[in-house]
């Protein structure tokens, strides 16, 4: 069985977990003047996190939803206008923020180009509209297959926003993936945004955890925030010590994952009734199999009789996401099968 669903089916290895049994631990929600906690394991992941992208201050929470849920939730208030896009994980998926029940903020959506990428044309139009408080964008762009911007497309969408004094918030759940395939560092991804989320549990390979970053202000507001919502912690560094072995060791063989992504689509070939993604920029690949008469469910559970297991993603389409479980013989038996579902039709 080659499992393709996600990269979040990334398993803790031993040598990760062992650096549990080594960590020092507190209690993370005492805090002292600044919003830090005791635990002096969770204090060094922030703060290394924090000089691995070059930003002031950095916070950890439990999940990639909760900490883009504290970042709108601190930059904006109920009623709020928040620039976004039509599939962007903060509102396709997540929902919160933008939820009449919860955060109550009001989505004004921009368009992406043929590219999958933010339509500056677009934005400068919604922004001279007047109550723009947030722009949200997210790299790589998980719904539209892993579409990476580099360091030059999002300083001039941040540069854009500045201009309207406008903040920009970046979901970056694979910014390591889109430093890979982009050859600009993180750093240099997220230099120009005003916070920026990232997590420790998808081809990192850690169990949990994620980071919100930003300026000394915005996170000591952050930390405020996630208390709010009920995030907050105590002896986190029992998963922050994981995290910390997945930023000192994981970050480079991620680049594996985007040339596995590229492996498959290569060996899928030329196909007839099944399109697969043109461009792959990083580990995620879209298929679509509109045109063999085949439900995106029903597609799915043909692949898994053969012994891929892929899911639907949107209303049309399948998606196929590589990690570190995933080797490039995996990948071209993936594209095997594929090619035999293709001549079925
Ligand atoms: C996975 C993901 C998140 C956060 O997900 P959690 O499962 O809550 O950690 C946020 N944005 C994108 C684009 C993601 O893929």
């Known amino acids: 069985m080659i499992d393709l669903r996600s990269d979040t089916l990334t398993l803790p290895t031993k040598d990760m977990l062992a650096t549990i049994l080594n960590a020092q631990f507190g209690d993370d929600g005492r805090t002292d003047s600044a919003g830090r906690g005791e635990d002096p394991t969770v204090n060094e992941l922030e703060d290394y996190a924090a000089a691995l992208l070059e930003r002031e201050s950095a916070v950890l929470f439990s999940s990639g939803t909760l900490a883009n849920t504290a970042a709108l939730l601190t930059h904006c208030a109920p009623g709020d206008k928040v620039l976004i896009d039509p599939v962007i994980h903060m509102y396709y998926s997540e929902k919160a923020a933008f939820s009449g029940r919860f955060g109550q903020l009001e989505p004004v959506f921009y368009q992406l180009n043929a590219q999958h990428k933010p339509d500056l044309q677009d934005i400068e139009s919604k922004l001279q509209a007047g109550g723009t408080s947030l722009i949200c964008i997210e790299n790589s762009h998980n719904f539209t297959g892993g579409t990476c911007l580099n360091a030059a497309q999002t300083k001039a969408i941040c540069d854009l926003a500045h201009r309207f004094n406008v903040p920009v918030h970046l979901d970056g759940a694979r910014l390591f993936n889109a430093a890979a395939s982009t050859g600009d560092s993180a750093a240099q991804l997220v230099k120009h945004v005003d916070s920026v989320m990232f997590c420790l549990s998808k081809g990192l390979g850690a169990p949990m955890g994620s980071l919100l970053l930003g300026s000394g202000d915005f996170i000591r507001k952050a930390r405020n925030t996630r208390r709010l919502l009920g995030g907050g912690m105590r002896q986190a560094g029992v998963f922050a010590a994981p995290g910390l072995y997945a930023l000192k060791h994981n970050i480079p063989r991620l680049k594996e994952d985007n040339l596995n992504a590229r492996l498959f689509a290569k060996a899928c070939g030329q196909l007839q009734y099944i399109q697969v993604q043109q461009q792959i920029d990083s580990n995620i690949v879209m298929l679509n199999a509109g045109a063999t008469g085949l439900t995106p469910q029903q597609f799915c559970a043909e692949a898994l009789q ?40």
Not at 319 to 342: C, H, P, Q
């Open 306 to 345: 053969r012994g891929l297991y892929i899911r639907p993603i949107l209303q049309n389409d399948v998606r196929l996401v590589f990690y570190n479980a995933i080797t490039g013989e995996d990948a071209e038996n993936a594209a095997k099968i594929i090619r035999s579902m293709d001549q079925t039709f």
